[in-house]
């Protein structure tokens, strides 16, 4: 696949910056492909994973941070275990993720994945443990579309008591709260 | 022997995966360990958590080491390989990173809980309790092809994880043939199911599943066994879709290794879970005598 960049808005810091945010060293990677061929996701994805990172080396931070790859990678850590040069593409991907959200850059078209990960962090937030229920009533009415899928498995869900109504409240719950504080993105 | 365990919000009880919950504990007073719940446990972030902000994913699985360490546990026993991953790497991030180490025990208002060793069921399984099977087997499942299922989070990353090979692993097909049923040789023991994508991207993991059916079904598997939730339910729940999908028909039972071992003791299937699965699991329960 051939891709376009404009080189006028690359920096070379972008790659400084990731390395030492995550240790990960991007440089060494040679661009042999190993890790987009053995990528569950690579179908799907706008930038293949060793794109992802020949983006990262060449300092061009919008293409990287604003692509849809970095909310496809499923984190299966298949690229990382296949590397000959040991880089660390999965883990690369949860820095950019990241740094996409702390920038306010994620991609708008994989919001499903985004919205997702919301609800399910507010239900740890609120009550220390995920409740299914409550997670999902917030997901869906972030996302009504997906919520038609869904509608076929609910049912037996209900039926053998698989889904719990009541929040799975923890005693240290105000302790989680102030988990979540300290841990505040920048 | 007694091991702290860490169910984790999947396979709690009155969660979408309790029958994992409920049959490694039923399994587990017959063979062991004798197993005690941490106390107060919360969700270790998974991989929502993870995916988006690494300080909060450490900081809430290491709260969970931590309580681990002040109820004295040596050993904790976390059978959702989601959890067991997190843990693991978790503990491994706050030993290497002094400065993360220090701002997640601000987080946490606690010390870290360095020491503890984290196993998956697998491992805890085959480490200590394949005599016991082989002593306590009632019944077996000769020629009931099974198709050993890992996803990736019991194996990758493997210099973290240490736990087996993560292309060919082989200790749940140990545990298979211990209790007297066939593991094949299949092409997709590591491949990914599409994990947490169930709700948010689904035609991914219908995608991935129907690959691994596919593959299952072509090795000749009569079922599948899995030792994680998600892979679970992406293979289970959503094997009807897949089914419409692909307009084809698979109609292999997805179950728990737990669930296996608990038939291989004789152990009843309803108090097992397997009545709560999707896809059904008569054959699976009719194989055993
Ligand atoms: S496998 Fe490693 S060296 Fe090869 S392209 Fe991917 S990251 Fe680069
Ligand atoms: S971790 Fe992400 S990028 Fe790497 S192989 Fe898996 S899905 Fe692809």
Not at chain 1, 16 to 31: F, H, P
Not at chain 1, 81 to 95: F, G, N, S, Y
Not at chain 2, 244 to 273: C, H, M, Q, T
Request: charge should be positive; aromatic fraction near 6%.
């Amino acid at each position: 696949m051939k891709i376009k960049i404009n080189l006028d808005n690359t920096s070379s810091d972008f790659a400084k910056e990731v390395e030492k945010r995550s240790g990960i060293k991007v440089k060494e990677c040679y661009q042999c492909g190993k890790c987009t061929a053995g990528c569950p996701v690579a179908y799907e994805m706008d930038y293949m994973p060793n794109q992802i990172i020949r983006l990262v080396q060449i300092g061009a931070r919008r293409e990287a941070l604003t692509s849809r790859t970095i909310w496809l990678c499923a984190s299966c850590i298949t690229c990382s275990t296949r590397c000959p040069k040991e880089v660390k593409i999965a883990e690369l991907m949860d820095v950019l993720r990241e740094m996409a959200l702390e920038e306010n850059l994620a991609n708008p078209l994989e919001k499903n994945i985004t919205a997702f990960h919301e609800s399910f962090l507010n239900s740890v937030k609120k009550h220390g443990r995920i409740s299914e229920v409550w997670m999902l009533n917030e997901y869906k009415m972030k996302r009504p579309k997906t919520a038609l899928q869904d509608l076929a498995v609910a049912p037996h869900m209900i039926a053998k008591g698989k889904l719990s109504f009541l929040p799975h409240d923890i005693k240290g719950k105000d302790a989680i709260a102030r988990i979540f504080k300290k841990c505040k993105p920048k | 022997m007694k091991i702290g365990y860490y169910p984790g919000c999947a396979i709690t009880k009155g969660s979408s995966s309790e029958e994992y919950g409920t049959s490694v504990m039923r399994v587990s007073k017959v063979i062991g360990p004798e197993i005690e719940e941490i106390p107060d446990w919360s969700c270790c972030g998974a991989s929502s958590a993870h995916a988006t902000n690494h300080k909060l994913s450490t900081a809430l699985s290491v709260r969970n080491l931590s309580l681990a360490e002040k109820h004295e546990y040596k050993e904790i026993l976390a059978p959702c390989p989601m959890c067991s991953q997190r843990l693991i790497i978790s503990q491994k991030d706050v030993q290497e990173d002094a400065v993360l180490k220090r701002e997640v025990e601000d987080a946490i208002e606690m010390p870290c809980g360095t020491k503890v060793k984290v196993s998956n069921y697998l491992e805890i399984v085959k480490n200590y309790y394949m005599d016991e099977i082989k002593q306590k087997i009632k019944k077996t499942a000769k020629g009931f092809k099974v198709a050993c299922y890992y996803g990736c989070l019991l194996v990758r990353p493997p210099k973290v994880l240490k736990f087996d090979d993560p292309e060919d692993p082989q200790s749940m097909d140990e545990i298979v043939r211990a209790i007297g049923a066939e593991p094949i040789e299949w092409e997709f023991k590591t491949n990914c199911c599409g994990g947490g994508f169930t709700l948010s991207r689904t035609d991914v993991v219908v995608k991935l599943t129907n690959d691994i059916l596919e593959g299952a079904e072509e090795a000749g598997a009569h079922a599948i066994a899995v030792a994680c939730p998600m892979c679970h339910a992406n293979l289970d729940m959503r094997q009807k879709k897949i089914e419409k999908e692909y307009k084809r028909k698979f109609n292999i039972p997805i179950v728990y290794i737990s669930e296996l071992i608990g038939l291989a003791l004789g152990l009843g299937p309803i108090g097992l879970g397997l009545d709560k699965h999707f896809v059904d699991t008569k054959s699976v329960v009719d194989a055993y005598t």
